[in-house]
């Protein structure tokens, strides 16, 4: 072993020896990067490739797919479920993004200041995003139950105020659900918007108060502005997790999912059962080139916004 | 905790307004905490007192856990899920970061580009690729097992781009004097320039962890054979079977909690500071 190992590596030590260093380090970098490159080529570009291929195609994964140009797309926009799915997704947006990023900027502005049992506090508002979204929207779905089940309605009636339908209502329903995905991100958002916040220096609320700026005026001409970043961050951050939302909406729906009525059925729940229920894979990946450009729009308005500030 | 201590909270000596601004946040806290305390209060709760709606139980059990966890499903879905997100996790530390550093330390040509086409997969959602990698998995036999739930998350964009700003705060200096003293360069990265990272490693792992813990949406798909759920589709399939019997259930939603806030408590200090750091410079 030893006889024949020694010659070989000497005359490998000999090649690599001769490298000048600039090129042993081209050769490092790519030992160190063909696994990981290969792997994004494999299971990122080439999926994503064929995402756009297959959504020009009808295919019911048992006979091969067949080229339909368009015709998926135009089945799409002519689908009123579509619409609705449409209208829904951008529900639990338009109303949850603004409706979390009020809330968390508030309660981290002031649990900021707070110093007495500060990390307790934390706490209680951060646990929430550590659970597990499908565990959680059970126990939300228990609290929704009507009476006397039900622990929000239990606790309105004990204050007169008549039993609501919640997840069985096609109005409540999908504000029921939102209600659950801001519950289980808010805590993040908060962190997020406290380590903004502590990025500010402080010698700024120094300078503010020496300049007699009242608590308001700083928070509006100060904290604000310079916690745009981190406040696009989160409005971007939040948004594409409810054009995303799927797990609040499968588990505390799943005895019709997206119902009642398709009255909370996001995209991606449209997505998973044009799928993996109808098997229409090629409908299904034009759904999901859909989610695409909106998801890619909005990335892009982020960029945007922060280069133009 | 010293971090919470901050000057800006030091002016002003205590104010009627402070005071009421400190209980609504207090009472804040307790309401974002009520769907835990009642999940794990049912789940102590005999079928007979769930509508009973006290947050004490009057006769605590811990019945519904030992008929929950005596059919072994529970704690093979756990074994499952914890062993999927230890390996994806320790998957992404070492690739993330090998990758991170490679592009962050090294001069060579097709670096920019390599970089740019990671950075680029970011802006492609997941649900564009489950079909192809539905498809993949089935051509390759992958469904229902292990690697085929954790194959498309082994190296993350996310984890390169993160490692790669604290990789370049690492000095120079450093590397080329173990270079000199005749460190080859994995070994280099390895014990040179991966110590001087551990925060930002830690927050990585954190964020690896928790996501594929609680991931829901490709386990569902990748995966039929009960045996081979993971925790949060196992609870979700279990949940439907049980149809109105809230109080197994909640004990199901409270095996699948309790792990990571049992984490959590031992690591408050480090997972709040490392989702700081992944969120303001991922």
Redesign the interface.
């Known amino acids: 072993m030893t006889a024949t190992r020694a010659p070989r590596s000497a005359g490998s030590g000999g090649v690599w020896g001769r490298l000048s260093i600039s090129t042993k380090q081209i050769v490092w970098a790519w030992a160190f990067l063909v696994l990981p490159v290969l792997f994004f080529a494999v299971v990122r570009f080439y999926p994503t490739l064929e995402a756009f291929y297959l959504s020009v195609t009808d295919w019911d994964l048992l006979n091969e797919p067949r080229f339909v140009g368009l015709d998926n797309y135009r089945k799409l926009f002519a689908d009123p479920l579509f619409w609705q799915v449409f209208r829904n997704t951008f529900a639990y947006l338009i109303f949850g993004t603004p409706i979390a990023i009020v809330l968390s900027f508030a309660i981290a502005y002031y649990l900021d200041r707070v110093t007495f049992l500060h990390g307790l506090i934390r706490a209680l508002y951060f646990l929430p995003y550590l659970t597990t979204a499908a565990a959680m929207a059970w126990v939300w779905r228990w609290f929704y139950q009507p009476p006397p089940i039900g622990v929000i309605n239990s606790i309105l009636g004990s204050f007169g105020v008549p039993a609501q339908p919640f997840l069985r209502s096609v109005t409540q329903a999908l504000p029921a659900i939102m209600v659950t995905a801001i519950w289980a991100h808010l805590g993040f958002q908060i962190i997020i918007f406290m380590a903004g916040l502590r990025a500010i220096p402080t010698s700024y609320y120094e300078a503010a108060r020496i300049d007699g700026l009242g608590e308001g005026a700083i928070l509006t001409r100060i904290t604000i502005p310079l916690l745009k970043p981190t406040t696009v961050f989160l409005v971007v951050f939040s948004s594409i997790g409810f054009l995303r939302i799927f797990d609040q909406v499968y588990n505390m729906t799943s005895n019709d999912p997206g119902g009642p009525l398709n009255s909370t059925k996001p995209l991606v729940l449209m997505i998973y059962q044009t799928a993996f229920s109808s098997y229409q894979m090629g409908y299904a990946a034009a759904q999901t080139v859909v989610l695409f450009i909106i998801l890619f729009s909005i990335s892009m308005a982020q960029l945007w916004i922060l280069r133009s500030r | 905790?010293s971090?919470?201590?901050?000057?800006?909270?030091s002016?002003g000596t205590i104010r009627p307004g402070?005071i009421v601004?400190?209980t609504?946040?207090?009472l804040?806290?307790?309401v974002?905490?009520?769907?835990?305390l009642?999940?794990f209060s049912?789940s102590l709760k005999s079928a007979g007192h769930?509508?009973d709606?006290r947050l004490i139980p009057d006769q605590p059990t811990l019945a519904n856990y030992i008929k929950v966890l005596s059919d072994g499903r529970f704690a093979r879905w756990f074994v499952n899920s914890t062993l999927i997100a230890t390996i994806v996790t320790l998957s992404c530390l070492f690739?993330d970061s090998?990758?991170a550093?490679?592009l962050a330390k090294?001069?060579?040509?097709g670096?920019r580009v390599?970089f740019l086409?990671?950075l680029s997969?970011l802006?492609?959602?997941t649900?564009?690729?489950?079909?192809?990698?539905?498809?993949?998995a089935s051509k390759l036999g992958w469904i229902d097992s292990y690697w085929g739930i954790m194959?498309?998350g082994?190296?993350t964009?996310f984890g390169?781009f993160l490692m790669k700003q604290f990789f370049e705060t690492v000095p120079n200096d450093f590397l080329e004097a173990a270079r000199v003293d005749g460190l080859n360069?994995?070994a280099i990265?390895w014990k040179v320039a991966l110590p001087l990272v551990t925060p930002a490693l830690s927050a990585l792992a954190i964020f690896t962890f928790?996501g594929n813990?609680?991931a829901?949406?490709w386990p569902?798909?990748v995966t039929t054979d009960q045996t081979l759920y993971t925790?949060?589709?196992g609870?979700?399939s279990f949940?439907?079977e049980q149809s109105?019997q809230?109080e197994l259930?909640?004990t199901?939603?409270a095996l699948?909690?309790i792990p990571?806030?049992a984490?959590?408590l031992f690591f408050?200090r480090y997972?709040?500071r490392g989702?700081?750091l992944a969120?303001?410079k991922g």
């Open positions: 905790m971090e919470s201590t901050k000057p800006l909270a002016y402070r601004a400190w609504i946040l207090f804040g806290g307790i974002m905490m009520t769907p835990l009642f999940m049912t769930v509508y709606l690739f090998l990758v550093y490679t090294f001069e060579f040509p670096r390599v086409a990671i997969t802006m492609i959602p649900e564009m690729l489950v079909i192809p990698w539905y498809l993949m194959f498309p082994l190296v964009a390169v360069e994995f990265w928790l813990w609680t829901f949406f569902l798909i925790l949060p589709v609870l979700s949940a439907v109105i809230w259930i909640m199901g939603a699948a909690t990571t806030l984490i959590f408050q997972i709040v989702v700081m969120g303001v």
